[in-house]
């Protein structure tokens, strides 16, 4: 796994290395800084990278004790492996995966701030449920994914500059499920309200000692955990019932609604949830959550309610109640802070229109020919441009890799309900000095060669900046090889690009250039539709 000295036997698997301070590992590429904690079989650092002079995490995973390398440790990889297809503001990019015959490493990101234990050394409740919005979109992708991000232990977790709590240090263990992941979104905020930890600490982690030590055990009153209100100063009832409601692993069953009650009450960013019904124009608010209050829901203006109910019209009958039921609701205990109803009870309401809902997600759904003939004459396009496919796309010599090509489709399967999005950055992408790409492609092949003469893109994220290109393949060695034959900019929902130079192609491409702000120093888009016409 790093680096080793002395020689060892052909066949014989090399031991660890031994981690210390200043250390060497990935031959000589890393230099160990600050020991950050861990559990069994994973050790978390801080350290160097030589080459590149910036900091990252590593995550040493190891087999557990009595196992035969690499034992457990390739499971482990592979689900860490896994989760880079979910980017969101509260999960750490994962950089590399080095693997050795007796383990690997799971190099991240650097999240600069502080540690979960010196965040809580003073609690500050105020801030605290707004401090896990982040990890709990990135618990809520990585379920929708199939995934989990494995939110075991309080070494995992940072605490960014500007208070926002992230999943510093993957590395996701066998036993990891979503209700595992509720559990520990509930530790954390817990942990956030009182300054200590809730949960019993995972097997191994007396053998790590981290540099800013542990949150404190949280006390018990006759076996049962102290309720927050009581543990902490100055914690609001409600977000009391949020911790422990997530904590007990049944009450609350999914991430979702845990990111939807912490919306409540903080007013952050909302992305769209197959659980959960947010606002239209929600992906562009702002999130401040040590100082910005809550913030009243907005509904959408009627054209896009409009639209909204024309979609939900195809689905099953259930579907359609449900789906209603969860809108009032959230008009009413969401609309303010001014709600009689106990937010115990608004946790059981959105937690049975969520399982309500998964359940009717199965039904077939109904052909919606009324929806359809709705359209007016001026919106329909007089010849549609049929896509056969549609993937992500970027210059090989880009950084990173291409962004939830799974997802791509969605842009052309005519309901705007889906959405692929792209990765959320620090920084804006483009040419500028800290740009991590000049830019994100979404590649439309077409069923045969022909011109397309208007494209209209819809997204719920303004200022996003596209251009539209003909391409000579689907693969195409640099965007260079493209052609530009248009751009604009996202506003109001959708952008319209007429070509006036229309090229026979079979492929074209979606340059984005230009992401949308959804808030401090985070910038991404989604894209609901892409539409071409001839």
């Not at 303010?336 to 309500?356: F, H, M, V």
Request: charged share 20%; glycine share 10%.
């Amino acid at each position: 796994m790093g680096e080793q000295t002395g020689a060892a036997a052909p066949d014989a698997t090399p031991p660890p290395p031994r981690l210390t301070i200043g250390g060497l590992v990935s031959g000589g590429r890393y230099e160990l800084l600050e020991p950050c904690g861990g559990v069994a079989g994973q050790s978390f650092w801080k350290a160097r990278d030589r080459r590149l002079g910036r900091y990252v995490s590593l995550t040493f995973v190891d087999p557990l004790p009595g196992e035969q390398p690499p034992g457990s440790a390739t499971g482990v990889l592979d689900r860490t492996v896994a989760l880079t297809v979910v980017y969101a503001d509260g999960l750490a990019r994962v950089l590399d995966v080095i693997r050795g015959r007796a383990g690997g490493i799971v190099v991240s990101e650097w999240i600069p701030g502080r540690s979960l234990a010196a965040a809580v050394a003073e609690p500050d409740p105020e801030s605290a449920v707004g401090a896990v919005w982040g990890l709990a979109d990135a618990a809520t992708r990585a379920e929708e994914s199939g995934l989990a991000l494995g939110l075991d232990s309080p070494d995992r977790i940072r605490l960014t500059e500007d208070g926002r709590a992230v999943l510093a240090f993957p590395g996701v263990h066998a036993g990891a499920d979503s209700r595992g992941d509720v559990q520990g979104l509930g530790a954390v905020l817990y942990a956030l309200l009182t300054g200590a930890w809730p949960l019993p600490l995972p097997a191994g982690s007396d053998l790590h000692v981290p540099t800013d030590g542990r949150p404190v055990p949280a006390q018990h009153d006759d076996d049962e955990l102290r309720d927050p209100t009581v543990a902490g100063h100055g914690v609001a009832p409600e977000s009391a019932v949020l911790a422990m409601r997530s904590l007990d692993g049944s009450s609350v069953s999914s991430a979702a609604t845990v990111r939807a009650m912490v919306t409540d009450r903080v007013g952050g960013p909302v992305r769209a949830s197959s659980e959960v019904a947010y606002p239209e124009d929600a992906a562009a608010t702002e999130w401040a959550p040590s100082d910005a209050g809550p913030s009243a829901y907005v509904g959408p203006d009627p054209e896009v309610q409009k639209r909204r109910w024309q979609i939900m019209a195809g689905t099953s009958a259930a579907a359609v109640v449900v789906i209603a039921l969860l809108f009032a609701w959230m008009v009413g205990a969401f609309g303010g802070t001014n709600s009689k109803t106990p937010l115990s009870q608004q946790l059981d309401a959105i937690e049975r229109a969520a399982q309500a809902s998964r359940a009717s997600a199965t039904a077939e759904p109904t052909a919606d020919g009324d929806g359809a003939a709705e359209k007016s004459e001026k919106d329909t396009p007089s010849t549609p441009v049929a896509v056969s496919t549609a993937t992500a796309w970027q210059p090989p010599t880009s950084n990173g890799t291409a962004e939830n090509s799974a997802s791509a489709p969605n842009v052309v399967d005519g309901d705007l309900s889906t959405a692929w999005s792209s990765d959320t950055y620090r920084s804006q992408i483009g040419d500028g000095p800290s740009a991590y790409k000049p830019g994100i492609g979404l590649m439309l092949t077409l069923e045969s060669e022909q011109e397309v003469r208007k494209v209209v893109l819809h997204s719920g994220d303004d200022d996003v900046r596209f251009e539209v290109r003909s391409s000579p393949s689907a693969s195409p060695a640099a965007l260079d090889e493209t052609t530009r034959l248009g751009a604009g900019t996202v506003r109001g929902g959708k952008a319209t690009v007429t070509i006036d130079e229309p090229e026979k192609s079979e492929h074209i491409l979606v340059w984005i250039t230009r992401l949308g702000t959804s808030g401090d120093q985070a910038y991404d888009a989604s894209i609901t539709e892409v539409e071409l016409t001839r």
